[in-house]
C-alpha cells in the first residue's frame, strides 16, 4: 500500500483500519499525520455552535411563515384573475366567472400548493376551451401535468393567455 | 420505519398538502441548517437571515424536488446556495469568513487534565483558524463531512460536483491542513 491509497482509504475509512493499512501507518510519518489530522477533525466535532437558545428556535418556524406567506405569489394571481375582466374572452367567461367565485372565496384558506393547483385548474379550462394559438409547447407539455407546475412555467402559461388575450382584442 | 422514510412521507404529504408535515420537516431540520448557517457565516443574524430563506425556498419548491437524491441532501444544497448568495450581497469572500464563532472561542476540550486541556483548547483553535485559509470548495467540503456527516454522495449533490471531485475537494484540504500544521510547527520550533 502506498501513502495515496492509505489516505483514501483513511478517508473512506476513518474508524476501521486493515492489516495493510496499519502496517502502513506503523511506517510512515505522513500517514500518521493524516490520520492524526482526521481524529483532530472528529474532535473539532464536538465544538458546539452559539446557541441561540430555545426560545430562538420556538419562534422561528412561525417568523418563516409569516415571510412565506408575505412572499406568496400575489402579483401573479392578480395577473391571472385580471384576464378574465377582457371582453374578448367572454368565450370562456361561463366557465371562468364560476370557477373564479368559487376560487376566490376559498383561495385564501388554501395553501400554496394548493392555489397553485386552482390556478393550474383555472388556465387549463381556460387553454382547452380556447380555440386560439396558445403555443403548441403549452398545450403539449404543460396540459400532461398541471399541478407540477412551478411558478416559472405558471408564468409562462399566463404570459401565452395574456398574448392570445392581447390578439383576440386586436381582432376585435 | 427509518427517518429516511419517515421524511420521504412528510415530504409526499406536504406535496399533497399537508401544512402540519412542512412543519415537521422544519422542526426536524431547524437547528441542523442553523448550525451549518452558522459554520459558514459566523453570525447569528445571518445565520437566521439564511435559515428563513432556506425553509422559504423549500416551501416554495418542494413541487419541483423530484427525490432523485435524499430530501437532506436538497436542503443542505438550498442551504449552502443561500449562504454564498447571502455572501455575494454582503460583498464578502467565503475564504474570509472565520469560522470561529464566539461559542467555538469559548470552546472546551473534553479533558480533565489541565495542560491536556489548554493544548486541546489551542489546537483546536489553530485547526479552525486553519481551515478558514481552506478554499471555498474545500472548507465547505470539511464541514459538509465533519459537521453534518454527509456521505461524500450527498456532498457532491450539495456541491455541484461528481462524487470523486468531492472526494478531491475534501482529501485536498487535509493534505493542505496537514502542510499547513508542519509549517505552524516548524514556525514554533524556530
Redesign the interface.
Known amino acids: 500500500m502506498n501513502c495515496h491509497e492509505c489516505?483514501?482509504f483513511l478517508?473512506?475509512n476513518h474508524t476501521h483500519n486493515t492489516e495493510g493499512t496499519l502496517e502502513h501507518l506503523n511506517s510512515c510519518t505522513s500517514c500518521q499525520?493524516?490520520k492524526k489530522?482526521?481524529d483532530?477533525?472528529?474532535?473539532?466535532?464536538?465544538?458546539?455552535?452559539?446557541?441561540?437558545g430555545e426560545a430562538?428556535?420556538s419562534t422561528?418556524?412561525q417568523?418563516?411563515r409569516s415571510?412565506?406567506e408575505e412572499?406568496q405569489p400575489q402579483p401573479l394571481l392578480k395577473r391571472f384573475f385580471s384576464l378574465f375582466s377582457v371582453p374578448t374572452f367572454a368565450f370562456s367567461a361561463a366557465l371562468g366567472v364560476i370557477l373564479v367565485v368559487l376560487a376566490v372565496n376559498q383561495i385564501e384558506d388554501l395553501?400554496?400548493?394548493?392555489q397553485?393547483n386552482v390556478y393550474g385548474s383555472l388556465a387549463k379550462e381556460l387553454i382547452r376551451m380556447d380555440s386560439h394559438d396558445v403555443s403548441d409547447h403549452s398545450e403539449d407539455s404543460i396540459l400532461d401535468d398541471m399541478?407540477?407546475?412551478?411558478?416559472a412555467q405558471l408564468e409562462e402559461i399566463i404570459q401565452n393567455l395574456e398574448e392570445t388575450m392581447l390578439e383576440a382584442t386586436e381582432r376585435t | 420505519m427509518t427517518p429516511n422514510e419517515n421524511i420521504n412521507n412528510l415530504v409526499l404529504e406536504f406535496k399533497e398538502g399537508n401544512e402540519k408535515a412542512f412543519n415537521e420537516l422544519f422542526l426536524q431540520f431547524q437547528k441542523p441548517i442553523y448550525g451549518l448557517a452558522m459554520r459558514i457565516l459566523a453570525n447569528h443574524s445571518d445565520a437566521d437571515e439564511v435559515v428563513q430563506k432556506t425553509f422559504m425556498q423549500v416551501y416554495l419548491n418542494l413541487n419541483t424536488f423530484r427525490g432523485e437524491s435524499s430530501f437532506k441532501t436538497w436542503l443542505y444544497k438550498i442551504a449552502i446556495n443561500q449562504c454564498k448568495d447571502h455572501l455575494k450581497n454582503k460583498e464578502q469572500q467565503i475564504s474570509k469568513i472565520d469560522l470561529e464563532t464566539p461559542a467555538m472561542k469559548k470552546l472546551k476540550v473534553q479533558s480533565s487534565h489541565p495542560l491536556k486541556k489548554i493544548i486541546g483548547e489551542q489546537h483546536t483553535q489553530i485547526l479552525l483558524e486553519k481551515i478558514n485559509a481552506l478554499s471555498q470548495q474545500q472548507k465547505t467540503a470539511i464541514i459538509l463531512r465533519v459537521f453534518d456527516d454527509l456521505a461524500f454522495k450527498e456532498i457532491a449533490e450539495a456541491l455541484d460536483c461528481t462524487e470523486s471531485t468531492a472526494k478531491v475537494h475534501y482529501h485536498q484540504a487535509i493534505l493542505k491542513l496537514k502542510g499547513m500544521f508542519k509549517d505552524h510547527t516548524r514556525g514554533e520550533l524556530r
Open positions: 489516505e483514501s478517508i473512506d499525520e493524516f489530522l482526521l483532530s477533525l472528529q474532535e473539532l466535532k464536538k465544538a458546539p455552535v452559539e446557541d441561540p430562538y428556535f422561528l418556524l417568523r418563516t415571510r412565506i412572499n395553501s400554496l400548493f394548493q397553485k399541478n407540477d407546475l412551478d411558478d
